[in-house]
């Protein structure tokens, strides 16, 4: 995986796409910030997803950003995603390799080395820590610090991406220690101060 010190945002969707979504997100695209797009949809069927992720695929696309499905390599086939993104609880790496074959596929490993190590068994594509803050999107169980981050460094050279609470009063500090994508949704998304496009310009 390519690391684009100016496209270092990882946009991750709101839980609820509604129609006036598409045009907001080509506006966030052309900030030219975004490096992977995810597709995080809790409440929708499958048919839905599939709507949506077609669309969105092509808005990707456009503007030469990676689109990955949350949890769901099934659709992440069906949608021929460039990749997706694995839970604790979800399928493990080597299972869902054999579905998607070879797609980009990144492990939350929350606060945990263990889970860093045995997601680099694997031979994920990146891992992801957090929270780092407080989190608009999902309630935080899990707390991940700077000393986090200095350890894995120690044993990998994967991309790292830092999720959870990320705004722009601390992501600077995080890029500084390691950290090469950040996860962003609520900031983006539930920003009642900022419109997406105008929010996501507060990075870099």
Known sequence: MKINKKK?????????INKSFYNELIKVF????????QLRLKRENFKQKLIIGKKIKKICKNFNVKFLINDD???TKKLKADGCHLGQ????VLDARKIVGNKIIGVTCH???????????EKADYLAFGAFGISK???????????TLKKVKKITNKPIVVIGGINPNNYQKLLLNNANFLAISGYI??????????????FI
Do not use: H
């Open 8 to 16: 270092i945002i990882y946009l991750i969707s709101p839980l609820k």
């Open 30 to 37: 052309r900030t030219n910030k975004v490096s992977f797009f």
């Open 73 to 75: 390599v099934i659709l």
């Open 89 to 92: 609880k979800d399928m493990n």
């Open 111 to 121: 606060n945990s080395i263990k889970f860093a190590k045995n997601a680099l068994s």
């Open 137 to 147: 999107t999902k309630k935080v169980k899990y707390k991940a610090s700077i000393n």
């Open 189 to 202: 998304w539930k920003n009642k101060k900022m419109k997406p496009a105008e929010a996501i310009n507060k």
